[in-house]
């Protein structure tokens, strides 16, 4: 499988998995036997990670999908902290990656310091669709291989990954470790290949670099607003449009996602006790029955995540979530 980078397309290993093996996979991918020149795999996989509960019911993520957080990250970490993602050669030739960010820049004549998330949707879409294209080539075969083929199956020409069920269940509960482990190898690779200057404070640089900035909670505010009754989801007071906030029932932490399945309209009291603890688990219950609601009104696309959310829900307990909160004196 040396050279996976190169298929267009493959099956994932589809027989029976032990623990053992998934975890093999994973230590393969981290250890120095799997040969990087650049940081795409690591960035690729974060890409993953990020869009796990966002599958459809067949575990199917598109190229669009995975690309448009791939290049968000790269964005942030190379024309915002000037990281670089591959060892400068003799000539000093920028990566098809770089490339394709330059062209972008350059082409709407943005300022270094403009991260992702405040580019125009037009200007987005143009960018990530001129990424995907430079790197869908290499990327996505050689972390298909260097995963032994247990992670997903993919096509470039149809532009998708799909996961491997065994494999989907095991990331999914183990995803801060693998997170973590991802983040610990980037880093590492990053040292060897950038400035002592620049690897100052790399790994915020990276964690950053991948957070979406939360800018957008006022849309999900006036649809939640709109189609639901206005009582905090926690203690039931009345809201008003000046005292609602927006809750992220799902801790953001573990989904680092904004999607309105996961979203609740809370009193600033609730949403300030809750912070990055799960609700109960009679708020799960309440949460699932109205996301019910939301499907039925809305084509929207999330509904197969929105019935997702009692497993995602246990696989956060799984990765360290375990302290569950409720309100203390409920007022009406
Ligand atoms: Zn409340």
New binding site residues.
Partial sequence: MAAGYSLKKAEYVDRPLSDDEMWSAFAFLFSSKSVNDTSYKYGFLKAILDNLYNTDDKLVLTFDQLFSKFTEIYWNLVLKHHVLQKKPGKLNRQSELEKALIYGKEKYAILDDIPFESLSHEMQIDICHKVKIKCKENVVGALYADLQGLLYSFSKKGEWIRINPRMYEFVCKHKVAIEKLNYYEWAKFLERVNEDSVVDHLLSKIDESTMRTRSSLAYYRDILFEEFENK?F??G?TLTKRSVEVDHFIPWSFIKDDQIWNFVL??P??NNKKRDKLAKVFYLNKISERNEVLIEKNTRNAADSARRIKMIYDWARNNGYVNTWE?GKVKQ
């Fill in positions: 905090c926690y203690c007071k809370a009193c009291e609730c309100p």
